[in-house]
């Protein structure tokens, strides 16, 4: 604290005040942690305000309640009028967002990946409030999306104002969404280790403090301002036998199963929305109008379906109905998604899992092997593992609120059971889903950016030496009559690229002086463009088997050369560098 007095006594404008506050945080970790709760804070505050307006919307439709997902029954016309409007609403806003400005909002799993964490607050913050319209006027999806990214966007905001290194702005990003969701769930062990598994993308020991004590605060703040949800009393067994774990086994498997069906079915939908004659800003109204058609048939599919799930844990559906609800909600979810309502589906997955839970019991009900609500619990955290794509994430929220170890055992196998199946059988969470149909290859927020931004470009040296690809090898051990430099690159008059040859090659009495230089270029010789990444040039000299290439633009205008040692000479300082940060030994100035 002292050494904070004193930057602040002997430097009074603010950005020099920044300077002191980046040099403190850069100096000792204490200061990070510090950040890290700030963020944890701001991110609770995001939970409450966006929690608190969607309740409010929410009196549109159940101007009595508020609650829309626990209503028994809900005015046709409301459940009509409701998600049609909102839906025509932020179809419009959409439209307007495409032609008057960029927003291309980046999550906070991409942020980390491929951008050291930067993300757009602006772009986040609008992102947010189509959330919030989304699920306030039904749309069956939830709020964590617009959690962990406003969230996140704090992290990021004060990690890139203050100039932090990368992988500190990677962890504050990762601090924000562990504040959000563990504020969501009152639960920071799911909070934080929500950010490790998706966020961060892997789990170290110097990040646990700052991560922790950010889920720590976002829910002290929910708790401050009444906005934290009411616990849930479930009746637990106090042991399971050892032979009950064979159905919890299957349940596992059903529950993903389940989850790669409703990943394809919101996939097949947006491709069917895609494909009507309607244009975009038209879909989201067309959306509202059958989820509120679904919502006369059962209410529960309204909005992230919280208050339903909080009913299915306490008093589990029979089998048909329990079947009927599971179909309805998971059509409600991918239409919401397909048609172009903003949100996610973690709070949905949940419910989605209670109902999977609920039908795997109802269907075992003659035998008598698992009790109603070990089933639905169990199947919650094993369907969002499936959909989500966080093991440790949902059994922590199974201990956090159950309070019960033998049941938490169960949510073990039945996670890593669910997690396994959708590996083997589709390979993908909803996420890293959403990203391959973009073309993205991110399985998870480890960095991975920083081999797309090293480019052959960056790496490739302009200094070279040419030479007319007219001349003969005579010419060439004249002009060139030492072993240096080590590759000569051939040229025409106009600068254009004509192949490259190694300089032994020109000096090796065998040749003749009269050979054309051109007759020692490589038949399959090949150049790399300054655009490609540092991947791509590795597998293209693996592929070629060449010490060096030439580089050339567009118009195979001369432009540089890269050699394969210095190329695999940054690719192990990069990989040292990652292996530093996942061990938590970056460097600190």
């Given amino acids: 604290m002292t050494g904070l007095l004193d930057h602040m006594r002997t430097h009074n404008t603010p950005p020099r005040l920044l300077a002191a506050l980046r040099a403190l945080v850069r100096k000792d970790t204490l200061w990070l942690i510090a950040l890290a709760a700030l963020v944890g804070v701001l991110a609770g505050g995001v939970v409450s305000v966006m929690t608190a307006a969607t309740f409010l919307a929410h009196h549109l439709l159940a101007p009595e309640s508020g609650r829309l997902s626990g209503l028994a029954t809900v005015n046709p016309v409301r459940a009509l009028l409701v998600p049609t409007c909102g839906g025509l609403l932020l179809g419009l806003t959409s439209l307007y967002l495409a032609r008057k400005t960029r927003f291309h909002p980046a999550d906070p799993i991409e942020a980390n990946a491929l951008h050291g964490g930067r993300m757009s607050f602006r772009d986040s913050l609008i992102l947010a409030g189509q959330t919030i319209l989304s699920n306030g006027c039904g749309a069956s999806l939830g709020l964590e999306a617009g959690f962990s990214q406003l969230g996140a966007a704090f992290g990021s905001r004060i990690g890139r104002q203050l100039r932090m290194h990368r992988a500190d702005v990677r962890l504050l990003v990762g601090c924000g969404a562990a504040g959000a969701i563990g504020a969501a769930f009152d639960a920071p062990l799911a909070g934080a280790f929500y950010a490790f598994e998706l966020i961060i993308?892997?789990?170290?020991?110097?990040?646990?403090?700052?991560?922790?004590?950010?889920?720590?605060?976002?829910?002290?703040?929910?708790?401050?301002?009444?906005?934290?949800?009411?616990?849930?009393?479930?009746?637990?067994?106090?042991?399971?036998?050892?032979?009950?774990?064979?159905?919890?086994?299957?349940?596992?498997?059903?529950?993903?199963?389940?989850?790669?069906?409703?990943?394809?079915?919101?996939?097949?939908?947006?491709?069917?929305?895609?494909?009507?004659?309607l244009p975009v800003w038209l879909r989201p109204a067309l959306g509202g109008l059958l989820v509120g058609g679904l919502a006369i048939i059962s209410p529960s599919v309204l909005s992230s379906g919280h208050m339903a799930m909080r009913v299915g844990l306490i008093s589990s559906p029979p089998l048909m109905l329990a079947l009927g609800l599971l179909g309805l909600k998971a059509l409600a979810s991918a239409i919401s998604i397909g048609s172009g309502f903003r949100g996610g589906l973690f709070f949905a997955s949940l419910y989605l899992g209670v109902l999977t839970g609920a039908v795997f019991a109802g269907a075992l009900a003659p035998l008598a092997v698992l009790p109603v609500s070990v089933c639905t619990i169990v199947g919650m955290c094993a369907l969002a593992v499936a959909v989500i794509g966080g093991p440790m994430t949902m059994i922590f929220l199974a201990l956090e609120t159950t309070g019960s170890l033998p049941l938490t055992g169960a949510v073990v196998v039945s996670a890593i059971v669910s997690s396994m199946t959708v590996r083997r059988t589709f390979g993908y969470s909803f996420a890293t889903w959403r990203f391959h149909l973009r073309g993205e290859n991110i399985r998870s927020g480890v960095d991975v950016g920083w081999m797309r931004t090293l480019t052959v470009e960056r790496m490739m040296r302009t200094e070279v030496a040419t030479f007319p690809a007219t001349e003969t090898v005579q010419a060439a051990r004249i002009a060139f009559p030492n072993q240096t430099p080590r590759y000569i690159i051939l040229c025409d008059e106009q600068n254009h690229y004509k192949g490259l040859v190694e300089n032994v090659l020109f000096h090796a009495n065998r040749v003749p002086e009269t050979t054309p230089?051109?007759?020692?270029?490589?038949?399959?010789?090949?150049?790399?463009?300054?655009?490609?990444?540092?991947?791509?040039?590795?597998?293209?000299?693996?592929?070629?088997?060449?010490?060096?290439?030439?580089?050339?633009?567009?118009?195979?205008?001369?432009?540089?050369?890269?050699?394969?040692?210095?190329?695999?000479?940054?690719?192990?300082?990069?990989?040292?560098?990652?292996?530093?940060?996942?061990?938590?030994?970056?460097?600190?100035?």
């Fill in 517 to 589: 230089l051109t007759e020692l270029v490589a038949a399959d010789d090949l150049a790399l463009t300054p655009a490609l990444s540092l991947s791509t040039a590795i597998d293209t000299f693996e592929r070629l088997a060449r010490p060096a290439l030439a580089v050339v633009d567009d118009d195979n205008h001369i432009l540089g050369l890269l050699s394969e040692r210095y190329v695999l000479r940054r690719y192990a300082e990069e990989l040292e560098r990652t292996r530093r940060e996942l061990a938590g030994e970056k460097y600190r100035v």
């Fill in 201 to 277: 993308g892997s789990y170290t020991f110097t990040a646990l403090a700052p991560v922790a004590l950010a889920a720590i605060c976002g829910i002290g703040v929910v708790h401050l301002t009444g906005t934290v949800l009411p616990p849930v009393w479930v009746a637990t067994p106090q042991g399971i036998p050892l032979l009950a774990y064979f159905p919890i086994i299957l349940l596992g498997v059903f529950a993903g199963l389940v989850g790669v069906m409703l990943m394809r079915g919101v996939t097949l939908t947006e491709y069917t929305f895609q494909r009507l004659p």
